[in-house]
T-cell receptor
Framework: DVKVTQSSRYLVKRTGEKVFLECVQD?????MFWYRQDPGLGLRLIYFSYDVKMKEKGDIPEGYSVSREKKERFSLILESASTNQTSMYLC??????????????FGPGTRLTVL | QKEVEQNSGPLSVPEGAIASLNCTYS??????FFWYRQYSGKSPELIMS??SNGDKEDGRFTAQLNKASQYVSLLIRDSQPSDSATYLC????????????WGAGTKLIIKP
């Protein structure tokens, strides 16, 4: 079974803090994603990585950065947390296109509250 | 117009009945369509994927795709209380093999 883990289930931070969210997958997937999920808005893509050190901006990258130094690990960084970044953050991974499956596998999520 | 639209619900269905969930999308170039289920407090998990017009069945679930009308639906037969969840529709971006556009989800409640 694919396993995607995230460093924290719940996190409380203060405005202006630098926040690191970690995601690790154990299936050697090239593609990894960071989403945020807010009521009524669905999942919105923040950043996407298709290989080590490779990244693409998603729909809402402002205020975020990412790091992919190893294939299994994809980190989301909030440079200076703000209250409007309070949300559920979901990491996902998937195998390369053209394979047997294009399923995105999700981690358990991190509920971040910024005070 | 949102790129992927779903009725937010809640949709209430009696146990044993058929639940019908609908999704419309705006990009005619989309080729891949997915239904994910998300239980409260949990992360999404894939139920069905569909790529061609018509029906695709998997157990109690049937996905239906109509590209001409730009809608995709999910039917759940013999609905069970354990089917109560939010169902997310996702569609691939035309210019990406990897990225999905997500609907906001429909909350389904199965009443015993």
């Amino acid at each position: 079974d694919v396993k995607v883990t995230q460093s924290s289930r719940y996190l409380v931070k203060r405005t202006g803090e630098k926040v690191f969210l970690e995601c690790v997958q154990d299936m050697d997937h090239e593609n990894m994603f960071w989403y945020r999920q807010d009521p009524g808005l669905g999942l919105r893509l923040i950043y996407f990585s298709y290989d080590v050190k490779m990244k693409e901006k998603g729909d809402i990258p402002e205020g975020y950065s990412v790091s992919r130094e190893k294939k299994e690990r994809f980190s989301l960084i909030l440079e200076s947390a703000s209250t409007n970044q309070t949300s559920m953050y979901l990491c996902a991974s998937r195998p390369p296109a053209g394979g047997r499956t294009d399923t995105q596998y999700f981690g358990p999520g991190t509920r971040l509250t910024v005070l | 117009q949102k790129e992927v639209e779903q009725n937010s619900g809640p949709l209430s269905v009696p146990e044993g009945a058929i639940a019908s969930l609908n999704c419309t999308y705006s990009d005619r170039g989309s080729q891949s369509f997915f239904w994910y289920r998300q239980y409260s407090g949990k992360s999404p998990e894939l139920i069905m994927s569909i790529y061609s017009n018509g029906d695709k069945e998997d157990g109690r679930f049937t996905a239906q795709l109509n590209k001409a009308s730009q809608y995709v639906s999910l039917l759940i037969r013999d609905s069970q209380p354990s089917d109560s969840a939010t169902y997310l529709c996702a569609v691939n971006r035309r210019d990406s093999n990897y990225q999905l556009i997500w609907g906001a989800g429909t909350k389904l409640i199965i009443k015993p």
